[in-house]
């Protein structure tokens, strides 16, 4: 009995113990469960491809190209590639990359695509660049999708139309089954969206041969050319120079490259540069007082070599004067002299000229003109302006400075660009640098202009006579543009003081007209080049013009062959 006892007594231990255990694992199983659940279970981000963008004719600007990364084994040494905070070295060549692999040092690959701009500094004022993103960034960007190590557009087109560039992303959903004898279980995929392509209006060709077209044997390449379709609005080429290699800014934010905002190759000098228009700007004054104050264009101006203004004598830019001339030779043989007369009429001329700024308003000065990359306004100065940053009133010799585009009056080479794209039309249209984004056409964005048609048949005409006979004419080699074959303009030059006497002034084109493409069919055509510190814009800037519309003329004639 007793031995039964002891038997039982066992049997009891052993059945409360169990159910103790039974009691442990169903209290943890579902904890259990869901642990292995979360580690199973996974989903990985699929990044999109960046969009394209592309020069009006679908030539690739701005593509993907395949990089490497790597994981080093320790000790393994690789300069000059930046690595990121979990130890990959970024965007290793592929010559690195081999001999790594040799040396047995990779501890880790991955690849990825990364953005590659084929033609360097030819665009990149206009498309700017892709960057890092880095932990300024990041805790806004994570909330849309965005990883630490994604990169983002840093300036230009790329920065301005980054949502539309980047795309989607999208997604594995997975069973991260634990052996390596089984599988992944993909439970669920959605597919990125590819980024929208963008396509410019701009012309490749067009394009390397308005940047070559400053080339200067002295060294000085300084400058702007833009060229485009003063019908459309669309733009074919907008060259800065100098200009700076993409690939050596593309780990840094734009704002803390040293030099950025300064007269270097960061800084477009088409849109954010401000320059003196010189007599590019008479147009507006001749309109001023047209237009304003009712100024008959018959009126004749003696045009001997200089005004008195109060105590200043200002000078035209012939010693000998240019004779009698009235309004259309006044544009023609850009006579200072009409305009200092007329600047003395206009009303309160010697304390704020409403009237030539608000034509200036008109044309587009002091004001962007709309592009999707970073602009200046321009300066058109008044009263109020001068009194809070000169600290005095507006004086007379201010207006007749203006009046001929000097003094303090500041404005951007696509600002002037846009006035004659306007006296030519009849309407003014905000420049277009993008056609089509993705398969949509972009709008055409009409801006005020209001002046009458005599007002700027009156001035078409000055700007005609001066390519016939005028200022416009002359090269270094005595030739005019009646011997350009199937080319027909008119222009307008500019040769501006930069109040700096031991440097040339700044040389000024611009002009619209049409080529002859074929026994058929013409294309209208307007082109403006600034060339910085060349010196008097007849012998230094018209031959560039010339050379570079018979060299469009060429290209477009060809073109149309093939």
């Given amino acids: 009995m007793r031995l039964s006892f002891s038997f039982l007594k066992i049997l009891v231990g052993v059945g409360f113990f169990s159910l103790l255990l039974q009691s442990f694992l169903l209290q943890n199983n579902s904890k259990l469960k869901e642990d292995y659940q979360n580690h199973i279970y996974k989903t990985n981000t699929i990044l999109p491809e960046r969009g394209l963008i592309l020069d009006r004719d679908g030539k690739v600007l701005a593509d993907n190209r395949l990089r490497i990364d790597l994981k080093l084994k320790e000790g393994a040494v690789l300069h000059n590639f930046y690595k990121d905070p979990d130890g990959w070295h970024m965007d290793v060549d592929f010559e690195t990359f081999k001999k790594l692999k040799n040396a047995e040092g990779i501890i880790d690959v991955r690849e990825r695509l990364a953005r590659h701009y084929p033609y360097g500094r030819l665009f990149s004022l206009i498309l700017g660049y892709t960057r890092r993103i880095d932990s300024r960034d990041y805790a806004d960007l994570k909330e849309h999708g965005y990883g630490i190590n994604e990169r983002i557009g840093a300036t230009g087109i790329e920065m301005v139309y980054e949502t539309t560039l980047r795309g989607n992303n999208g997604s594995v959903f997975f069973r991260d089954l634990p052996s ?320 700096n006497s031991k440097l040339p002034p700044h040389g000024w084109f611009v002009g619209y007209g049409e080529i002859k493409v074929s026994e058929k069919k013409t294309k209208p055509i307007l082109v403006l080049i600034l060339a910085e510190h060349a010196g008097m814009s007849s012998k230094s800037v018209v031959p560039k013009a010339r050379q570079l519309i018979k060299n469009i003329r060429d290209y477009w004639r060809l073109e149309l062959e093939d």
């Avoid at 390449?221 to 060229?227: E, F, H, T």
């Avoid at 009409?446 to 001035?459: N, R, V, W």
């Fill in 180 to 499: 390596s004898y089984y599988e992944d279980e993909i439970l669920n995929r959605e597919k990125a969206q590819k980024g929208e392509d963008i396509h410019l209006s701009l012309s490749l060709p067009i394009q390397k041969l308005s940047w070559d077209i400053l080339e200067n044997e002295e060294g000085n390449s300084n400058g702007v050319v833009i060229v485009g379709n003063p019908v459309t609005g669309e733009l074919y080429s907008m060259v800065s120079r100098p200009s700076y290699s993409p690939d050596g800014y593309m780990s840094s934010r734009w704002e803390d490259i040293p030099g950025v905002g300064e007269k270097s190759e960061l800084f477009n000098r088409a849109t954010e540069g401000l320059y003196p228009p010189a007599s590019t700007f008479k147009v507006v004054s001749a309109a001023a007082a047209l237009e304003y104050m009712g100024v008959d264009p018959s009126r004749r101006y003696n045009c001997n070599g200089a005004v008195r203004v109060g105590n200043t004598v200002f000078k035209g830019w012939k010693k000998e004067g240019l004779g009698v001339l009235d309004m259309v030779d006044s544009l023609a043989h850009s006579c200072n002299e009409t305009f200092y007369y007329l600047g003395m009429e206009v009303p309160g001329w010697n304390r704020d000229p409403k009237i030539l700024q608000e034509a200036a308003y008109q044309f587009g000065f002091g004001s962007k003109v709309g592009l999707p990359i970073p602009e200046s306004k321009g300066l058109v100065p008044d009263n109020e302006w001068k009194k809070r940053n000169l600290g005095e009133p507006w004086y007379g010799g201010d207006t007749v400075n203006m009046m001929i585009g000097q003094g303090s009056l500041l404005v951007t080479p696509i600002q002037v660009y846009s006035a004659y794209q306007a006296l030519a039309n009849g309407s003014r249209i905000s420049p277009i640098l993008i056609n089509k984004i993705g398969d949509e056409t972009q709008n055409k964005n009409y801006l005020d202009f209001s002046f009458s048609g005599k007002t700027l048949e009156t001035i078409r005409k000055g700007l005609d006579f001066a390519v016939k006979e005028g200022t416009a004419i002359r090269t270094l080699i005595d030739d005019d543009w009646s011997k350009v074959e199937g080319v027909t303009m008119s222009a307008k030059t500019g040769t501006a003081q930069t109040g």
